[in-house]
């Protein structure tokens, strides 16, 4: 006797991939087949939902309902900020190691900060918005040409201001 | 619905402050006869339509509270003794030694509770003013088709029209129905239902009115039941709830779409909008009960839905008559037997592995380490399925079905027009699950 809304009929699979790229099936294959799901289907369907992360490794959601599967993209502020450095493609097999040493604008990471509102604990837009600041350093990028935390500090002391929303 | 008994519904809720109803929603008669909820006017997203307090509701909680609650009663002062609610379950609990609440689901507990306060309590129940607006036997005896079955109306054969699906579909339920009706009926036979009764009643006469009552409410928990967590047993976690049981299911997530949502501060169940919308006039509000197929609608809630994309065809029987013993068998070791199906413009990947199978190995004969290895290469990903050679099976498979859904559909269609309700809603419904199948064999065909 299922109620409806029933959490327990939607399966969530949550798995890494590359944006943009039919992965490899095999770690796919074992947990959706026996549901009925093509590997060669979802996987078609994970690129077709990562194009917008070509080239960078995202965590993908899958739900899983009544044998359909439907592919989205779960954001991170580090998949984000390396697809606002608009790098271009490299073959990972041969470039190794790089370096994220581009420059993104604060209005960018204020953008990337709505994005990633829901899913931080921060209180305003402000406190979002230093820990994307955070996630830049940690990249190695710069912002406004300048070194994330000074750009924190800054916020900190009231001399940038950061919108509400 | 009349607008006393709905009136009646609000009247009660209001009782409690934080009962909530949007002004601009309103109740209608939808376009299939049925009830609705509407909303005239503007509404925001997110914004809350409807409020229902935990106490209005009807879940193993509540009941269990409301039962010992008039059972403490009982044991207070004399004129407190007297009120029919209280003698009822004082004598269910310990004079009749017949219920261990431990020994029975907490859908047996539910279902012979809300008999008791539909038709021994009736209009003395606390609930009353909920109970009058569900629908009534008739309403599910002209939905369900496996309902007449159960009371043995043999002029109403349904199992020659009906797909596979449903019939597997239904059968699971009958024999729920049938399980919870072989453990409670002992007790519901010795309620007394004094309001009925009388000396002229036959023995089967009343058992068979007992029965029908009883199939009754297990139909409205059944098709009225909402996702309510309550204990980690999956079997506790359901509720009934006033108000929000008129909403209807639609497959299309538009600007009438809401979702519910429970309060966790109160346990009030909530009901938001899914979008901001400017209604000019009534418009029906819906959910969206689940990605679920017409034959799973059909057997549960007892209606359909044209052009559901959540319809498939259960091909198991034919994909079975193509295996032997030992290709079963393998199947069956890898976990890829059974649940066979097509959907709307793909195949199951099941039913590409077992067809694939089929198709590479011979019949009554081992099946080699080679074609094993090829088999597993396939369900790990390594190998895809354009490698075997099954689609000629799978057409086969395919037109028979399509041959099969016209000949079921023409015996639909050559039953005469002007038959009783029963008869005419069932081809109707049955009608609208093949016209779905149609469309499905034709996007892969």
């Not at chain 2, 966790?264 to 909008?273: A, H, M, N, P, V």
């Not at chain 2, 013993?325 to 590409?352: C, H, K, M, N, W």
């Amino acid at each position: 006797m299922p109620p409806k809304f029933d959490p327990n009929e939607v399966k969530f699979l949550y798995l890494r991939a590359v944006g943009g790229e039919v992965g490899a099936s095999a770690a796919l294959a074992p947990k959706i087949g026996p549901l009925g799901l093509s590997p060669k289907k979802v996987g078609e369907d994970i690129a077709k939902a990562t194009k917008a992360f070509k080239g960078i490794k995202v965590t993908v959601q899958l739900r899983i309902q009544n044998r359909q599967a439907v592919a989205s993209v779960v954001p991170s502020a580090s998949s984000l900020v390396i697809t606002a450095l608009k790098e271009p493609p490299r073959d990972r097999k041969k470039e190794k190691n790089v370096k994220h040493s581009g420059n993104l604008q604060l209005e960018d990471i204020i953008e990337i900060a709505r994005q990633m509102r829901e899913k931080s604990f921060g209180k305003t837009l402000a406190s979002v918005t230093k820990e994307i600041l955070g996630t830049a350093q940690s990249i190695g990028c710069r912002v406004n040409f300048k070194n994330p935390h000074d750009i924190i500090e800054a916020i900190n002391a009231g001399e940038i201001e950061i919108p509400e929303n | 619905m009349s607008d006393e008994k709905y009136q009646l519904l609000i009247d009660w809720l209001k009782q409690d402050n934080s009962f909530y109803l949007s002004p601009n929603i309103q109740i209608i008669e939808d376009s299939y006869g049925g009830i609705g909820l509407a909303c005239k006017g503007k509404k925001y997203l997110n914004e809350k339509l409807i409020s229902i307090p935990e106490k209005y509701m009807i879940n193993i909680k509540t009941v269990e509270r409301h039962v010992h609650m008039q059972d403490e009663l009982q044991k207070g002062d004399e004129k407190e003794r007297t009120k029919p609610s209280q003698n009822i379950y004082h004598k269910i609990l310990h004079e009749d030694k017949n219920i261990m609440p431990d020994e029975y689901s907490t859908n047996q507990l539910i279902i012979l509770f809300m008999y008791v306060e539909m038709f021994i309590l009736a209009e003395k129940s606390f609930f009353y003013p909920f109970l009058q607006t569900l629908p009534t036997f008739e309403t599910f005896l002209c939905s369900v088709p496996y309902l007449p079955d159960l009371l043995r109306m043999k002029q109403y054969e349904f199992k020659n029209k009906v797909s596979y699906a449903f019939l597997k579909h239904s059968n699971t339920i009958k024999r729920r129905i049938m399980d919870d009706w072989n453990t409670i009926k002992h007790i519901l036979l010795n309620l007394n239902h004094s309001l009925d009764d009388d000396a002229n009643t036959s023995d089967k006469s009343r058992n068979t009115r007992i029965f029908q009552r009883f199939l009754h409410v297990s139909m409205l928990i059944n098709s009225r039941c909402l996702y309510y967590d309550i204990t980690e047993e999956k079997q506790d976690n359901f509720t009934l709830v006033p108000l929000v049981d008129f909403i209807n299911h639609s497959v299309a997530v538009n600007g009438g779409h809401c979702y519910p949502k429970v309060n966790k501060l109160t346990r009030s169940f909530e009901i938001y909008s899914g979008s901001t919308t400017d209604f000019e006039g009534l418009n029906e509000v819906f959910f969206n009960y689940g990605a679920h197929s017409n034959d799973f609608l059909l057997s549960e809630y007892g209606f359909v839905v044209p052009n559901n994309p959540s319809d498939f065809i259960d091909i198991t029987p034919r994909v079975l008559k193509l295996l032997n013993p030992i290709q079963i068998a393998f199947l069956s070791e890898i976990g890829y037997l059974g649940d066979y199906t097509v959907t709307y413009e793909d195949i199951s990947f099941r039913t590409i592995v077992a067809l694939a199978l089929v198709s590479i190995t011979a019949n009554n004969v081992a099946i080699t380490t080679e074609q094993k290895s090829k088999m597993i290469k396939l369900i790990n990903g390594t190998l895809y399925e354009t490698s075997f050679n099954y689609k000629k099976l799978l057409h086969t498979i395919l037109q028979e079905e399509l041959d099969d859904c016209h000949e079921k559909l023409e015996l639909l269609r050559a039953e005469k027009e002007g038959g009783n309700k029963i008869i005419t809603t069932f081809n109707s419904n049955i009608q609208i699950v093949y016209e779905g199948y149609l469309q499905i064999l034709k996007s892969v065909l």
